[in-house]
């Protein structure tokens, strides 16, 4: 039969496989695929996002890895293996050694030089290539390996979803011509589908922001699942990215010959934007339809902090409506990372009156302000929503407790540092290509391609000679999937609240034979149906504990979750054992008929 | 056909793999195995002990690691996969955190946590066991896992000999009883009798000391080479052992009862053993026959750095004629190290008078002694050589600048701390059991088993339920092959001045073939038969490189080393291929024989 074994002596017996499930949760777990791999006995918690992985989960891992190997075989990708272990200077020179910031694990060796726990490997692969080959002729090239990766991650969370130490498949390819590039990065595209394609995996293919990684192009396979990380947001017409990079469509300018000068008006406690609108409304109500939140430009303080440590305070203004989404903000700054201004960061600004800050105190940066004790200053650097088009009008902080000032005119009346993408998106919001209303919905990053382009080749001074004979920079593709990632993906995209229910292709088994009953004739049987089935390729966990109630095997069996499983017990004396798939109907097999059964119905789970 | 493939897609284009090789050694490079894998393109160094594997190396070490994990699983060992990364504390509990010294490398987290890299793994495994498992019918137990592991060596060297980073196969068993434990041990140990059988590694194995592991029994494999790290010895009479685990025959004590009192001479300008013996014989001849360098305790001051930093000046007493090992000196006082003394622990001791150090000043600990100056201090340790047994006469130093004592008698004139195995081993030495005189030969460390006993279950707490419904502390053994040092191993035993010559278990592919000529039709020939080939599980390097001459394909072919070169060229106008073993004369086969010929070749080297 033409079932795929991963590896042989597939029969997995419950008596002395290293294994225990655990009924109750795990305390520190949040999501579906955390709590059930721990449970059920697949991996166990080694340090904050540091996780071992036992038998049955390290089965399932190496099935994961075998489908993403082939698919990079199958595109021509080469593999090899870098370590984990790097020196400083590789990264120190792409600038990356700082821009990581505290997410990077740092080390000294006993001679004291610096070390890093390589988070991606760009500069290596670079340096590799650099290092044999040297002419056009060598390219188009594409390399990957499967390695362990590491990031000190502030908030890792979810077990195997965002790790500190975890498994990533990376491929870099290595072109002369953008159009080479363009081609490298397609046939990695194409083996990604193949690859979740062929894991069962649901994913979309959405933009993306390359972050850290610098380069132009780049897309994430998110699978969607409510636990995600990663809000996405599609529209009818096919547009799809990562809400942080989805870009604002920018409305026309507004013409401001009519509008009336800025006045500032009296609004006692109105710290917040209800409370400024039901003010406004009461107070100064407009004609021709009440004020909203949307007429309102709310000023948020943040503070920043570089790469190199520097901490800055930053204003973001965007319509009082719409929140500032902090992943969208950061994906703006990177690698700078942002969050709320403390007390300390409004103490060191005395121009900011908290609920009410305007625009008349802020940016443009280099220009200077006075401050209410009279001291000059300079303005904080100021970045507004990319709807604050010149023009627009605006209700907003006055810089005084109780004071706003109304109609004040973009362009007019004030000016910033620039525009940033900050502000939240929501669903109904327009397509950036006009392709209808997006709709947003969460996924899981299971990977991620850019079009890096030239900057590591530059930085590094990986050149080919060209067919001219003249020296081109390489034009590099980065392309990343996280494998111990995808195990609980797959995890969260199937279970139920009895257990895991695996694929057959990832299964950590094909199949589960539970003996029920007192009798050696059912573990006899039981034994020879499960050899026989090993002997025909299929993979078995085999309950063979004499001492445990059907009940606990059949809760055992549906929290380690293979697809089908067989029940050998009372049904033996009339000549028939269960066949019971995870999720369907369960059906009466004669004995002698049980392994032909079994098999064909594997073969058809594994679609063989 | 029976030829088992590791991977599809087995057709490897020298046009296009990523290798380049090198006609130059690399600088850095002392052995064989080190210059040839870095010449013909299997690793690349990315620092000092840490080596990156390019696709050639990865083959070989996937060879390797298929045939561990085949026979680990053979005889029931578990297959699990801990973290690299860990945090402190179970190797605090075990002392392992300070006992590893400089040697561990060593991180904080971004919120200032300790962690290490793993050197091994004995603490992580005891706490899974212990959180798994509680009764004693879960035993025994055995897990493994292949998985990369880190040590800070002070002098990384020989390429994958003694790396930084490298892969270990690391196996743990579980037993409740002694007699468990050793039934686990030995089949750990045919297992790795099989590995090194089935990998062609020729191997011997030596009784070991247990170093910072901890445990009672252990023993070494070794693979005989010149360039081995390891000196081993063997008797006649069967007995084998690490050379830092030789334990010297004690002498039966001597009767003094005749002997003359000690007497101090005159011995101007002998500071060394030779000048000493010179004078002797000139001065103070001896009736019966010469003085000898073996009539003479020479004592060595060191200076000893204990795992918590604290450095001590140590004197170690040894007959004159040997030298003191500084490996068994290291093994002997595990986990501290030891140097010797500088100038600096000179002047803290004025009472060693450089030369001329005798007992009189030395040990016991404690005790105080006068300085020259007439200061009163703690003696120093001072550890004898077994063969200092007492009643034994010796000339040694009289801690005065150009006096020696003579007939200075062991026990009567002078005590120690103890004994310590810190001199060198000779050849024709006795072996202590009796079974004649040693020869001494050095091998490389390729696998290291160890009876560790309850030294982690104690530290860690793991106990199990025991028949009797007791509480009993499990008993554990650990067990570890140098995965890629079995590479470098390999290599080391197979090759010859034109490049490696690998067996063909472990072989990157089985065939490589070469294209040599011009015309379209040898490339032809050529890549229809490596496609035949690729089609019958035969793995092949295919040269089609077109405008490489025939010299430097065939001193490639030699260089990268698979078992087989078929030549498809000048004879293919009579309709004959060349097939020459890398090792052994060629023939000339008719080209439409040519696959059959070579399935044979290839599964006749593999033993099919």
């Known amino acids: 039969m033409s079932i795929a074994s991963s590896r042989s002596g597939d029969l997995l017996r419950l008596s002395t496989l290293f294994v225990r499930t655990l009924r109750e949760d795990p305390a520190e777990a949040e999501v579906a695929s955390h709590k059930l791999l721990v449970r059920a006995g697949y991996i166990r918690r080694a340090a904050p996002g540091v996780y071992t992985w036992l038998p049955l989960g390290l089965r399932v891992l190496a099935k994961v890895e075998a489908v993403v190997r082939e698919e990079m075989a199958a595109i021509g990708a080469q593999e090899v293996h870098f370590p984990a272990l790097l020196p400083r200077e590789p990264y120190e020179a792409t600038g990356r050694w700082t821009e990581y910031g505290p997410n990077l694990f740092r080390l000294k060796d006993r001679k004291d030089a610096d070390y890093l726990l390589a988070p991606t490997h760009e500069e290596m692969f670079t340096l590799l290539v650099k290092d044999l080959y040297s002419s056009y002729k060598d390219l188009p090239l594409t390399l990957f390996q499967i390695q362990t990766k590491y990031r000190d991650e502030a908030r890792p969370r979810a077990g195997l979803i965002r790790g500190r130490e975890f498994i990533m498949k990376d491929a870099y390819s290595f072109d002369v011509t953008d159009e080479g590039l363009a081609a490298s990065y397609e046939k990695q595209r194409g083996a990604y589908q193949r690859i979740f394609d062929r894991l069962g995996l649901d994913y979309v293919i959405v933009s993306a922001t390359s972050g850290a990684m610098g380069g132009s192009r780049s897309e994430e396979f998110l699978s969607p699942s409510p636990i995600g990380e990663d809000t996405f947001v599609r529209s009818p017409g096919g547009y799809a990215a990562n809400v ?287 050899s026989r089935l090993v002997a025909e390729g299929v993979e078995v966990v085999y309950d063979d504990r004499p001492k445990v109630s059907p009940g606990v095997k059949f809760a055992d069996a549906e929290l380690l979750g293979a697809p089908l499983l067989v029940v050998v017990g009372r049904g033996l004396a009339d000549g028939v054992v269960e066949v019971r798939p995870r999720a369907g109907e369960s059906r009466q097999v004669p004995v002698d008929e049980a392994v032909a059964a079994v098999v064909a119905d594997v073969e058809a789970l594994l679609g063989a």
Chains 1, 2 share one sequence.
């Open 244 to 530: 942080e990079a989805v870009v604002t469509p920018v409305p026309d300018p507004v013409p401001y010959d009519d509008a009336p000068a800025a006045h500032v008006e009296d609004t006692p406690d109105t710290p917040t934007i209800d409370t400024l609108v039901a003010c406004a409304n009461e107070r100064f109500p407009r004609p021709d339809r009440a004020w909203t939140a949307a007429d309102t430009l709310k000023n948020v303080v943040l503070a920043v902090t570089h790469p190199d440590g520097r901490r800055e305070v930053l204003v973001v203004g965007v319509p009082g409506d719409r929140d500032v989404d902090v992943k969208r903000l950061e994906a703006a700054l990177a690698p700078a990372e942002a969050e709320p201004a403390t007390e300390a960061d409004f103490a060191a600004h005395p121009e900011l009156v908290k609920g009410y800050i305007g625009p008349a105190v802020l940016g443009p940066q280099g220009e200077q302000v006075e401050t209410p004790e009279g001291d000059k200053v300079s303005r904080i650097r100021y970045l507004l929503d990319p709807r604050v088009v010149p023009g627009t009008r605006w209700i907003t902080g006055a810089n005084e407790p109780g004071k706003h000032v109304f109609d004040l005119v973009a362009g007019r009346d004030f000016t910033a540092d620039g525009t940033i993408e900050a502000a939240e998106v929501r669903a109904g919001d327009p397509a950036p290509d006009g392709s209808g209303p997006l709709e947003l919905a969460r996924g899981i990053e299971i990977g991620h391609i850019f079009q890096l382009g030239r900057k590591y080749a530059d930085a590094l001074g990986l050149t080919v000679l060209d067919e001219n004979g003249k020296q081109a920079v390489v034009t590099m593709g980065s392309y990343g999937i996280g494998v111990t990632r995808i195990v609980a993906a797959l995890a969260e995209a199937n279970h139920d609240d009895k257990g895991l229910a695996w694929p057959a292709h990832v299964a950590p088994a094909h199949v589960h034979v539970v003996a029920t009953g007192k009798g050696t004739d059912v573990f006899d049987a039981a034994e020879r149906l499960s």
